[in-house]
């Protein structure tokens, strides 16, 4: 069909010689090129800032010689390039040029990307690297690689995978659940260390601990670490009275905490 780069196709303007036959995606000539567990895997990590701000010095350190200081395709690299490097900064591409999700993006930078100047980052970056690029590259559009700017999780864009995908996916494989298409960033603390302590683990998703008698999921999780922390803040407002301290108001206990990169 003549796909090239993210989306570009080699003859511009022919819509009607490239478009595809009824039932099949536009992305396909991407999509082949990545295994299909990835299409649309969410990414393990939480959107912190400590998570985004990793994501920027990655990308300042390994990207924007083809990517561009402002993620626009147009670094110092791309002039040598065919198809040009992906242009990061249009906040109506689904994907910020990609064709499903985090899961696409991360196999690009894993593996390379055939047939493009993209390279090969996986014997040169830890795995959590990779998925924090993937994070920061959804708040490119909201100006984040800007001197002296700490991307913050409200710049964070959802992933959204495309209606076409979706249509075809139907009866395939289910996007049900996935924590990186959610539009709502999690906000709850615990739920946040969860998700930290836990990886990888959707909404949906538990496993069996204990020989496999104790289900475990997020929501689990969460509740486990809310109740030690709990207990912890009980006992210490307790030796605190113990000790004669002066105590805030009894109502301070329920603040819950902050979680950083939230405030």
């Known amino acids: 069909m003549g796909f090239q780069g993210a989306h570009k196709p080699i003859l511009e303007g022919n819509d009607d010689i490239l478009k595809p036959p009824k039932d099949q995606l536009e992305e396909a000539p991407n999509l082949a090129q990545i295994d299909r567990s990835y299409w649309l895997s969410g990414d393990p ?59 696409d993006f991360y196999y690009r930078i894993l593996r390379g990307w055939p047939g493009t100047g993209m390279e090969n980052f996986g014997d040169r970056l830890s795995v959590d690297d990779i998925w924090r690029v993937v994070l920061f590259v959804k708040t490119i559009p909201n100006h984040t690689l800007k001197k002296n700017v700490v991307p913050q999780p409200k710049d964070y864009i959802a992933w959204q995978p495309s209606k076409e995908l979706v249509a075809w996916l139907k009866d395939r494989q289910k996007p049900t659940n996935n924590a990186s298409f959610a539009k709502e960033l999690v906000t709850d603390p615990f739920m946040q260390e969860a998700m930290s302590v ?54 301070q206990k329920d603040i819950p905490p902050t979680v950083p990169g939230q405030q």
């Open 45 to 103: 990590l939480p959107v912190t800032e400590q998570n985004l701000l990793r994501g920027k010095e990655v990308f300042l350190q390994r990207c924007v010689g083809c990517h561009g200081i402002n993620g626009d395709g147009k670094g110092p690299g791309a002039s040598f390039m065919s198809p040009a490097p992906a242009d990061f900064t249009d906040k109506d591409d689904a994907c910020c040029g990609g064709d499903t999700g985090p899961g």
């Open 198 to 251: 836990l990886p990888g683990l959707a909404p949906g998703d538990k496993f069996l601990l204990n020989d496999g008698k104790t289900p475990l999921s997020l929501q689990d999780a969460a509740a486990g670490i809310k109740a030690i922390y709990q207990d912890l803040l009980d006992r210490a407002w307790s030796e605190a009275r113990a000790r004669g301290d002066k105590l805030p108001p009894e109502g």
